[in-house]
């Protein structure tokens, strides 16, 4: 995944509570096996029925931030949820609660899961509702997230682990590529006899 050090840009308010998974990406899209693409599925059923959703609206077009309501990705354990929302073009979630799988799979595609106060979010909302030029800025370096311009900024909690994977750009393969070295070494020292994965040709 790409390094994700700063995030500046406008957001689309998602003023609901408990989007689960199945409502991010519908089951439907569950059959592709490309993780790309799914970005056309994302919250497809509510664009598909409902002409004034916000992510139907072209003020809203092109937003990095998503602004949500408490309890956002609850549900199942669908990856896919992170992959449309990453693919549709968002960057980070801002949100008082995210489920745990969810927030989980977020920092492990790049997606930055916020997590700010209900009153907070309420400001952030009533400011992107009325103004959807507004720039907001997500600084995970900084562990930052508020709107410049009307010098709204708080910090929000991201554990040192996490925070290092983002900078980094670093996924579960990134990491473990690190010990290269070291699985280098004992695969050529495992005995024979053992089974092996063999490199693809």
Same mark, same amino acid.
């Given at each position: 995944?790409?390094?994700?050090?700063? !995030?500046?840009?406008?957001?689309?308010?998602?003023?609901?509570?408990?989007?689960?998974?199945?409502?991010?990406?519908?089951?439907?899209?569950? +059959?592709? $096996?490309?993780?790309?693409?799914?970005?056309?599925?994302?919250?497809?059923?509510?664009?598909? +029925?409902?002409?004034?959703? $916000?992510?139907?609206?072209?003020? *809203?077009?092109?937003?990095?931030?998503?602004?949500?309501?408490?309890?956002?990705?609850?549900?199942?354990?669908?990856?896919?949820?992170?992959?449309?929302?990453?693919? *549709?073009? /968002?960057?980070? %979630?801002?949100?008082?609660?995210?489920?745990?799988? /969810?927030?989980?799979?977020?920092?492990?595609?790049?997606?930055?899961?916020?997590? %700010?106060?209900?009153?907070?979010?309420?400001?952030?909302?009533?400011?992107?509702?009325?103004?959807?030029?507004?720039?907001?800025? $997500?600084?995970?370096?900084? +562990?930052?997230?508020?709107?410049?311009?009307? @010098?709204?900024?708080? #910090?929000?909690?991201?554990?040192?682990?996490?925070?290092?994977?983002?900078?980094?750009?670093?996924?579960?393969?990134?990491? #473990?590529?690190? @010990?290269?070295?070291? !699985?280098?070494? *004992?695969?050529?020292?495992?005995?024979?006899?053992?089974?092996?994965?063999?490199?693809?040709?």
């Amino acid at each position: 995944m790409k390094p994700v050090q700063r !995030i500046a840009g406008t957001a689309a308010p998602l003023d609901r509570s408990d989007v689960d998974t199945d409502q991010i990406i519908p089951a439907v899209w569950l +059959k592709r $096996v490309e993780r790309t693409g799914f970005g056309e599925g994302l919250f497809s059923s509510w664009r598909e +029925k409902d002409p004034d959703f $916000v992510l139907n609206k072209p003020e *809203y077009a092109g937003a990095k931030v998503l602004v949500a309501g408490p309890n956002f990705g609850v549900g199942s354990s669908r990856e896919h949820a992170v992959w449309a929302l990453i693919d *549709y073009g /968002f960057e980070a %979630v801002i949100s008082p609660r995210f489920g745990d799988i /969810f927030r989980n799979n977020a920092t492990k595609n790049g997606l930055v899961p916020v997590v %700010v106060p209900n009153g907070f979010l309420d400001e952030m909302l009533a400011v992107v509702e009325n103004d959807p030029s507004r720039e907001i800025v $997500v600084d995970v370096a900084r +562990k930052t997230v508020g709107i410049p311009s009307l @010098h709204m900024e708080m #910090t929000f909690p991201l554990d040192d682990f996490t925070q290092h994977r983002l900078l980094e750009g670093l996924d579960d393969i990134a990491l #473990t590529m690190r @010990h290269e070295p070291d !699985i280098t070494a *004992y695969e050529t020292q495992r005995p024979a006899w053992m089974p092996r994965v063999e490199a693809a040709s």
